[in-house]
């Protein structure tokens, strides 16, 4: 385990096991390199990602990258937890089940654990420094969803009486401009719950080692919930226990747009609207934008630097990739070298 300390090193994590590697998980590390500074930038990979494309344009791109294959036993070992084998047999069954998902939760806490430092999902998109944050021993972040786990454990039919009208409430806010404002205002009907889309902690936290310990004893059940063994675990860990340098930041700073709502990245729009909407959506801490990724959105994702040029004035995710990831642009665009060639931003109003 890395030396303690009690704030959280410059260090970033991401996780990516698959034998692909999406354009927009390049752009989510190469904006974390362009705003933050990092010492370096862990990527806990796959072995097959070698001489794929994307990736080996984010290796030549960002010096401060250390790509490692995915090694569970070797860091479960170096962690000495009492649950190593219940954890070797979730990831097993975690694969066996193809819940993926799960398994990057687990391979997040156990490097945040061992090492520090400010994990992100490959659905994100830094805007700003995050070096305000790293004074806390530990941070999650909080988004507005519609079942937190205290409300899926209670199992009450009569539940469903009150989601049912603050769904269709936020699907007709994701369809057009204005309802970003409307779902703002009524933001507050809906659950305000952390998650694990983003986290950072110092070596060592107990909040990770507890995550862990819930991992190895509830996996078995993650058949019954997708959230259960990430968002789930971590709200229950939260509303159970006092952790004292946790600090607990509100949706705006990573989530200023919930799921479902995070629709509104990826509508054609007139520039004019874009503009507007980004002084909604972006606030002084906003820190980065995770956009939550779901099958019906990877439709719409720019798969290249040419797909960004051709939607940096028509979508607000190839607004904010530009600004996120090549911040230094003069115009509007990226060239296909990806060297910036344009800026969606106002100067005065970047991000």
Sequence with gaps: MAESSDKIPNQFHFVWDDKFFPYAAYLA?????????????????????????????????????????????AWLEQAALPCTRQLLDANRFLKQHNYYGSVSDLLRSLNLYLRGGIYLDTDTLTLRDMAPLRKHGAFLAEEHILVSSEVWKRNSRWRYFRTSPLTLARDLCARFAYGVRLFQAISPLYVRVVHNAVMGCRPGHPLM????????????????RYPLLGPDTVQDLVGENVYDDLTVLPPRCFSPLGPTMTFQYFHLRRKKTLETMTKWIVKPDTYAIHWSSNATIAKSIPQSDEDVNKSVDRQLFARFAVAAAFPSAKSHGVSHDGNQTSSPYDPEHRV
């Design 209 to 224: 080692r507890d995550i862990l310990l819930r991992i190895a004893e509830r996996y078995p059940d993650r058949p019954k």
């Design 29 to 73: 590390i190469r904006s974390v390199a362009m705003h933050c500074k990092p010492e370096r930038i862990f990527l806990w990979k796959s072995p097959d990602l070698d001489g794929v494309p994307n990736f080996e344009r984010l290796r030549r791109e960002v010096e401060c990258l250390e790509p490692v294959n995915i090694d569970l036993p």
